[in-house]
């Protein structure tokens, strides 16, 4: 079932107002292919990197891709939160989490963070998600002279002026350089729920915090994921390792692009019954309640 707005990588890839001059490093070919099997066996619609934001009785599945994977979830954070608590009861064994690669093509880095006294890196998210950055919480780590800033490669030049001005450009890396040869340097990592570098920080036992507001990081892309590592870890470093590898033992709605056609479409219907069953826990039992209406007419003589 497909929607009048729902979007595919391709049209995401061919969107300038979007990425630009940057040349995704995936094989797109095989995205394109991956993601054919995701729709066409969707009971529902299902729309490329959109910000989950419906009700537990959601209406449509979401996706995006990073590292080898597809990642593939429901609109609902509420219903992905609660997906998750009650998926170990699944069976799955993934052969390896991440092959640590940038998302587009960059220039490499070749600074030396250590001998420039330097411990953590905070990568920020791109323009169009610089709404879930608690600046508060990242003036408080930038108080920290061994803490630089690594921004986005879909950083706009506003966003880039406004950063320099706070924190001085000096202690920024520019959105052309390799954010992956940078968490290879780091020893610490700081993130927001969007960000694939803090899942690769995670994943390769680095200390990770997050910079998110709290009030909206639901509608960070990952955030079901770190809100799982938040949840059923105590939060040390090899807890939320642990806690993130079990996560991708277990979620069906995980898939590595470089299993076959078959495995995949196994994989992508297992998920999707187990979520649309449980989604008609969540159905609506009376009408929508319309505020507004009521509102009127109470103000009514």
Known sequence: MESVKSQTIKENLSDDSRIGDLKPTANVERLK???EIIKSNCPLTASFDVAPLQQPYFTEFTYTNFNNWFYVTTMSPE???????SMSKLVKTKSSIFTLADKYETNSFDGDLQKSGIDG???LPGSNLE???DYALLDKVMMDPKNIIKVHP???DEMLRRIGMRYGYYRIIGPEFSGVDILKQASKVFYTENSEM???AIDMGKPAESISRLAINQAGTYFTIYDYINKF???TTIKKQQTLWKFFDNYTGILNINDSDEVIEAEIKSYYNTATELRGKYAPVLPKFDYGLWANLSSEK
């Open 33 to 35: 292919e991956v993601e």
């Open 131 to 133: 709404k879930l950055i």
């Open 233 to 235: 870890s105590d939060l």
């Open 79 to 85: 219903f992905n939160a609660r997906y998750t608590m």
């Open 198 to 200: 803090g899942l690769y």
């Open 121 to 123: 890196v905070v990568f």
């Open 154 to 156: 879909l950083t706009n």
